[in-house]
């Protein structure tokens, strides 16, 4: 009886550091319950109010401002400051002729893409003014003659072939490496996300010309 009386109060005493521990351990796991319940409110508090979108000012077209904003940037980087204006030319459509050197990482392919695509969609919207202007002149002279206005032209299905109508490049961008090539390609396609009519083409040497030029013959308005 007595072993069996030793052997259960040796027993009970090492149960004695197992409780201890536990007590430890739920201490320890209501303490990372409260650090996550704090972490979640954090989370859930609104984040603090952001500065006044630093390419607003550049003078870019709202869709480029869009995506920017749809890419994480609210501030352009110092090249980007200084190149975005004198690029993107001013109301009389002049431009000058740029050499850039930043360091890399900078933003550099921001600083001439932006610009180059402000201009495209500028002219994308001065070619539908120009064309409701002249709609709206052949109206008046219909209404001054006693005649019903011309109706407006239908919307085509552009992928017809009896619509087909090859698309004009609107810009080209050289890279002396087929890796900055396909970069810069990439970024275009960011940032014209929320652009209409404009499609990105990559052609790089190696490989055929075929499936890339076929790129720049469609009309869809996509973004790339």
Do not use: W
Not at 64 to 71: E, M, P, S, T
């Amino acid at each position: 009886m007595q072993s069996i009386h030793n052997n259960e109060f040796s027993a009970v005493t090492s149960e004695v550091p197992v409780l201890e521990a536990l007590d430890a351990a739920s201490t320890e796991a209501n303490e990372a319950l409260e650090v996550a319940d704090q972490d979640a409110q954090t989370s859930d508090a609104p984040e603090a109010p952001r500065g006044p979108n630093g390419f607003i000012p550049l003078g870019l077209a709202p869709e480029l401002i869009a995506a920017v904003v749809d890419l994480g940037f609210h501030q352009p980087t110092t090249v980007q400051e200084k190149v975005i204006p004198l690029a993107r030319g001013d109301e009389s459509a002049r431009f000058v002729d740029l050499m850039v050197s930043s360091q890399t990482g900078s933003g550099k392919t921001a600083a001439f893409l932006l610009p180059v695509l402000h201009t495209l969609i500028r002219r994308q919207a001065e070619a539908a003014a120009a064309e409701r202007a002249e709609f709206d002149r052949l109206a008046a002279e219909a209404a001054e003659r006693g005649e019903a206005p011309p109706k407006r032209p239908k919307r085509v299905n552009p992928t017809s072939n009896r619509n087909f109508k090859a698309a004009t490049p609107g810009a080209l961008v050289l890279c002396p490496t087929r890796e900055l090539a396909q970069q810069v390609a990439h970024d275009a396609i960011e940032l014209v996300r929320h652009c209409r009519g404009l499609r990105i083409a990559n052609v790089v040497g190696g490989m055929p010309y075929q499936l890339p030029v076929s790129y720049t013959h469609l009309t869809l308005p996509t973004k790339a």
